[in-house]
C-alpha cells in the first residue's frame, strides 16, 4: 500500500544538523528534510537553483546583496550561482528540493554523504 511521507515523523528520526536526508524523489530531484542551528558556509550551485522551504522555526539565507527571512511557511529560492549562506539562530527544519547529487556545500569534495531515510 502506498503511504504518503510525514516530514514531521522523518525530522523525528535524527537530531544532527547540516545533514539533509533524502525522504523521497520525483524526476530527478530529491526531497529533503534538514535541521538547521547556527551559521553554513558561504557557497553557490553554479548548475542549480536552492529551494528552501521552512516547516518549523526561522532561517535567515545571507547573501551578498541582501538577507532573506524565513518563517514557517515561507519559501525560497536562491537563484543558480549566487553566493549565499544558511543562518539559524535556533534550530529550524526545512525541507529542500533539488536535483539528485547536488552537493550541499556546492562542492562534492566538502560535502556531506546524504542518506535516505
Known sequence: MKQPINLADKLGTFSEHWSPKIVGSFNGHDLLVVKLKGEFVWHSHPD???FFQVLKGRLRIEM????VELGPGEVYVVP??????PVA??????????????????????????ERI
Open 64 to 67: 551578498r546583496d541582501g538577507d
Open 80 to 85: 543558480k550561482g549566487v553566493e549565499h549562506r
Open 48 to 50: 542549480t537553483d536552492d
Open 89 to 114: 539562530e535556533e534550530e529550524v527544519e526545512v525541507l529542500l528540493i533539488e536535483p539528485e547529487g547536488t552537493p550541499n556545500t556546492g562542492d562534492p569534495e566538502t560535502a556531506v554523504v546524504k
